[in-house]
């Protein structure tokens, strides 16, 4: 089963807009990471946040985490036409090194 | 820096036959993966070779096999390929993150498209 869920399915927005995507998991998390993929293409990590942080920042991505909610919300500011592309959750549970993904967010940005 | 590599990148099987794929690493990762990607559903872990001679299963491993040739190499085999195993399947490796941190963070192949008729 997923551990990750993530919210919306889709999105479209106009180039220059905020992008944001939400992941909610079910058990105790090492860490949360985002992937993304474009068209036809393998994952690309993107940026990591560990279970005792609450917030991240890398260029224009900003992550946060609550592990009393068990969830995770990335936002991609100032987006571009470029950033069009699938964004992946992966959760590192407690006890296993392997990634557990979700069921990702298309994003599309409009020029 | 190739990364991950996988063969071949596309595949047409009928119900019955057996192929492998092949997946190599040149980043002397320890740890390697076989994920497999349905629409919807996200990448489901099928095996995973934690280190150089040890392989477990992951979510759903029914129907495959793998081998862990050496530290650079891990394959997928599928003995009798069904319908239900047509996916796009993704080889991933990881190391330790800088500055020893622990955490694993995968490097992805570009992907196997498979058809089983």
């Known amino acids: 089963s997923q551990q990750g869920e993530e919210d919306p399915q889709a999105l479209s927005i106009q180039e220059g807009e905020n992008a944001t995507m939400n992941c909610s998991y079910k058990t105790s998390i090492n860490n949360l990471q985002w992937y993304r993929q474009n068209s036809g293409r393998g994952l690309v990590h993107l940026i990591l946040?560990?279970?005792?942080?609450r917030e991240k920042h890398s260029g224009r991505l900003r992550v946060t985490l609550d592990t009393s909610k068990k969830s995770s919300s990335l936002l991609i500011t100032a987006s571009r036409a470029a950033d069009t592309a699938s964004y992946f959750c992966a959760t590192e549970n407690t006890g296993r090194r392997a990634l557990t993904f979700g069921s990702g967010t298309r994003l599309q940005v409009q020029p | 820096n190739a990364g991950v590599t996988q063969t071949p990148k596309f595949q047409v099987l009928k119900t019955g036959q057996s192929m492998t794929l092949q997946c190599a690493q040149d980043m002397n990762h320890n740890s390697m993966y076989w994920y497999r990607q349905d629409p919807g559903m996200g990448l489901r872990l099928i095996y995973y070779s934690a280190s150089e001679g040890t392989t477990d299963k992951g979510e759903v491993p029914n129907g495959y096999n793998v081998s862990r040739l050496n530290k650079r190499e891990f394959s997928l085999r599928l003995e009798s390929a069904a319908p239900s195993q047509t996916s796009v399947y993704f080889c991933?490796?990881?190391?330790?993150?800088?500055?020893?941190?622990?955490?694993?963070?995968?490097?992805f192949g570009a992907g196997s498209r498979l058809t089983v008729l």
């Open positions: 991933a490796s990881s190391g330790v993150t800088g500055g020893g941190s622990g955490a694993n963070v995968l490097t």
């Open positions: 946040i560990r279970s005792n942080e």
